[in-house]
Structure formats: structure tokens, C-alpha cells
């Protein structure tokens, strides 16, 4: 069954570095999600992309956030400058249509020292 | 505003049970809305999803139903096993955003 693939699973930065949160969404999805989910709380929805470009975005999306489709087939998270309080797992998602359903990866556990 | 609740918040049962998790939403205007499953420290793993002309949804031992005019699904589990431990999710997908709103989930533990 195809797959959303996420790396790494396990990042640690120092606060104030950059980090890239990478995902290969499903190679026939067309809408792309990044959430997140910050111990113990609510899986909370960042952004929406589609069509290259963002669709929607949460107001934890600020300027310090951006996305990127690289190519054909990666899918970007980018922090410039991280904080204590960007600790969080954070999952990418994908879905054909706005309708069927999404297919979420395994997750990026990112700790923020 | 799309709010999403779950109750109750957690629940342990003996094996071999039948139980019900309760969803409810306060915007009914849903395109659909989708049950996870999240073990410890992992992704979401899809179980079931309704669009919001359906009344349910049914795979294995899972049944999930929509009310979408009171603003409630529920999520049967039949013949609960330990494997079943987890904590489980309902997410709704508002008509008018691109974006799924999550609930605080249902922390499951099935005992032998």
C-alpha cells in the first residue's frame, strides 16, 4: 500500500538553528499538509499546499515557517530559526482530492535543546 | 470555528469487550471526517473514513457512524483485544478549509 514517507525520524538542533523537515507524499496525491503535535496536546494543522503553492496556513505558520516542492517528488518543512516551543512531532500528510481521505507519515520527532 | 471533542479521554477494558468512543463536532458542515489510530510515540495510521452523505463505515471489528446534523460519530470497536491499545483519533475535514481539525483522542488499554 503506498506510503508517506518522512526523514528523519528523530532530529535534534540547537535553539536558533535551521532545520528541514523532508516528506515523499503519495506520487499521485496532489494536496500536501504539514501538522504537528506537541507532547501530551492536539495534532494541530500548520499548512496546506497544493498546486504549488500554500492554500492554507494556521497562525503558528508564521514568518519563521516555509514549504517548498522541490521537485517531482520531496515535500519541505524549513524553521529558520528554532525555538524551545517548536519542539513537537510533526507529520506530513497527503490526499488525492480534497475528499478521500489523507495518508499521514510516520512523523519527525523534533527536540529543540 | 471547527471544535472537536472526544470523550471520554481515556478507558480500560477487559479483552473481549465491546465498546463505543464518542466524537462530537460544533460545525456540521463537514466534507467528512476520519478515525486515527496513534500508538506511543508514532504517526496516524487511517481506520475508517465517512464522507458526509454516509450514515457509516465498517472494516473488520471497526464500525463508525455520522450524525452530521447533531454534530456526533462514534467508533465501535467488537470483541476488544490488547493489540488494540492505542490512542484513538477523530478528525473532521470543514467543507469551506483544506485542513482536518483534530480532537485530544481517546487513550485505549485493552486488558488480558
Known amino acids: 500500500e503506498p506510503e508517506v514517507t518522512q526523514t528523519p525520524s528523530h532530529q535534534v538542533t540547537q535553539m536558533g538553528q535551521e532545520v528541514i523537515l523532508r516528506c515523499v507524499p503519495i506520487?499521485?496525491?496532489?494536496?500536501f499538509y504539514w501538522y504537528r503535535q506537541i507532547l501530551g496536546q492536539k495534532v494541530e494543522f500548520l499548512v496546506s499546499f497544493y498546486n504549488n503553492e500554500i492554500s492554507e496556513k494556521s497562525e503558528i505558520f508564521d514568518d519563521q515557517f516555509s514549504v517548498e516542492r522541490p521537485d517531482g517528488s520531496n515535500f519541505t518543512l524549513k524553521i529558520r530559526s528554532t525555538k524551545l516551543e517548536d519542539s513537537a512531532m510533526y507529520f506530513c500528510a497527503s490526499s488525492g482530492a480534497r475528499g478521500p481521505g489523507y495518508t499521514f507519515g510516520s512523523g519527525t520527532r523534533l527536540t529543540v535543546v | 470555528k471547527q471544535e472537536v471533542t472526544q470523550i471520554p479521554a481515556a478507558l480500560s477494558v477487559p479483552e473481549g469487550e465491546n465498546l463505543v468512543l464518542n466524537c462530537s463536532f460544533t460545525d456540521s458542515a463537514i466534507y467528512n471526517l476520519q478515525w486515527f489510530r496513534q500508538d506511543p510515540g508514532k504517526g496516524l495510521t487511517s481506520l475508517l473514513l465517512?464522507?458526509?452523505?454516509?450514515r457509516e463505515q465498517t472494516s473488520g471489528r471497526l464500525n463508525a457512524s455520522l450524525d452530521k446534523s447533531s454534530g456526533r460519530s462514534t467508533l465501535y470497536i467488537a470483541a476488544s483485544q490488547p493489540g488494540d491499545s492505542a490512542t484513538y483519533l477523530c478528525?473532521?475535514?470543514?467543507?469551506?478549509?483544506?485542513?482536518?481539525?483534530f480532537g485530544t483522542g481517546t487513550r485505549l488499554q485493552v486488558t488480558l
Open positions: 465517512i464522507q458526509s452523505s454516509q
Open positions: 506520487s499521485n496525491h496532489l494536496y
Open positions: 478528525a473532521v475535514h470543514t467543507g469551506t478549509a483544506s485542513k482536518l481539525t
